[in-house]
């Protein structure tokens, strides 16, 4: 069992940063796979990024390559989202997951966070 508490959402404007975190319960967090989503109103939630459980592989959407970065602590039992070059578009409640199967990126997870709030303003 695992529980997913994110946060450090908020509001920035254009090309601005903001941090994501993600705490997470669990002895063994070190062995799930991570994954942040996200959802904007009206549209259907979308894959953002994922890391494995050792850290050394990360996978991103086309959206967010070369502007947002994964990275976990698994001593400290966090996952975290670097999100740099904000856009507009980049608004939508944001998910933390994990899933303990490595098969598949961007399906079967089976725990998630209740996200946080992200706005880009223009």
């Known amino acids: 069992q695992v529980q997913l508490v994110e946060s450090g959402g908020g509001l920035v404007q254009a090309g601005g940063s903001l941090r994501l975190s993600c705490a997470a319960s669990?002895?063994?967090?070190?062995?799930?796979?991570l994954g942040w989503f996200r959802q904007a109103p009206g549209k259907e939630r979308e894959f953002v990024s994922a890391?494995?459980?050792?850290?050394?592989?990360?996978y991103c959407a086309d959206s967010v390559k070369g502007r947002f970065s994964i990275s976990r602590d698994n001593a400290k039992n966090t996952v975290h989202l670097q999100m740099n070059s904000l856009k507009p578009e980049d608004t939508a409640v944001y998910y933390c997951?994990?899933?303990?199967?490595?098969?598949?990126?961007?399906?079967?997870?089976?725990?998630w966070g209740q996200g946080t709030q992200v706005t880009v303003s223009s």
């Open positions: 890391i494995i459980g050792s850290g050394g592989s990360t």
């Open positions: 997951a994990a899933k303990s199967s490595t098969i598949g990126v961007k399906v079967g997870y089976d725990y």
């Open positions: 669990g002895r063994t967090f070190g062995r799930y796979m």
